[in-house]
């Protein structure tokens, strides 16, 4: 294993001791990337490493690097609800505070103020891909413009009720579709949020929907991520 893969390895595995010898032995580490070009910041970012990223912004990480597909740090820890290096991030100025990054962090205030400020809703997001792929298929709120309806699907998705209950007030379809087809309630399941799947089956939310890549519903979702308690919520424990 070369230096530029044994540095994403320490950061995936959680060896912070390896990750600061091979700083200090060649900080250029911190600029290495991965087939997808995610760089050891996203991987502290997917795996909410906060003392790795400090390690890492301190050896001169870049703080907007993108991924293959456009994703910086900051965005790749609101997707993966990484709130610990999201505020590390922000702390040392990583740009691109947005709706969905708001949502996907639980930032409630936040995120109430972009929807007061009376600013286009599509001013406040990263606008979809040109071409649907298989992440995001034709049907889901991000690829058919529902602003509020992705924004509350990411929210749901790491389990922040709050800010889910006020875009649910502001207009949100509580089935909106997000990666692979799944609904806030899918991957809330699979996540593990149980105060947000309560929420999201107390406002009418469809058990039976299938997502569009594992034809599956939120109950099998939840059986996916081992969360026996949530299937019993969902009807079938």
Known sequence: MNDAAAILQAIRDGDLPAVQR???????????SDEHLKTPLHWAAECDRRDAAEMLLD?????EATTSWGATALDWAATMGSTKVADVLLARGAKGMNLVVAASLGKLDLVRQFLDSGAPLESLAKPAPKEPDDHWVADSARMKGDVISHVFYCACRNGHTAVAALLLERGADVNARGVFGGTGLHWAAINGHK????FLVAHGADLTLRDAKFDSTPEGW???GAHDEIRAL???A
């Open 22 to 32: 091979l700083l200090t032995a060649d900080p250029r580490l911190a600029h290495a």
């Open 59 to 63: 050896s001169g990480a870049d703080l």
């Open 195 to 198: 105060e947000t799947v309560e």
């Open 222 to 224: 939840a059986a996916e």
């Open 234 to 236: 969902l009807g079938c």
